[in-house]
Nanobody
């Protein structure tokens, strides 16, 4: 009933840029926080960036200054602009949304993941 559609991953050279998008759809009453997580092979899933409905942001130290999270509330969409990409950024990136569904109440919904590969 509530879905996150994630896109924008791919192969990019070191120093390049990508923009990830995640759109929430369905019977949504309101969206609170949205965020991006990533998981590299053999590593735990880690928080990359979060943004509240009011626009407050938090970033992992490893991406601070290079990544920018933003959201378009009218489109129920969160973005992650990734600049100056490094090979260590290679991971599957997951969108996460905390929301209230009209029929389901509070939900924490995950996207399907999109692979970002930074390699020359």
């Amino acid at each position: 009933q509530v879905q996150l559609v994630e896109s924008g991953g791919g192969l990019v050279q070191p120093g390049g840029s990508l923009r990830l998008s995640c759109a929430a759809s369905g019977s949504i009453f309101s969206i609170n926080a949205m965020g991006w997580y990533r998981q590299a092979p053999g590593k735990q899933r880690e928080l990359v960036a979060t943004i509240t409905s009011g626009g407050s942001t938090n970033y992992a130290d490893s991406v601070k200054g290079r990544f920018t999270i933003s959201r378009d509330n009218a489109k129920n969409t969160v973005y992650l602009q990734m600049n100056s990409l490094k090979p260590e950024d290679t991971a599957v990136y997951y969108c996460n949304t905390q929301l209230h569904g009209i029929l389901t109440g509070y939900l924490e919904v995950w996207g399907q993941g999109t692979l970002v590969t930074v390699s020359s």
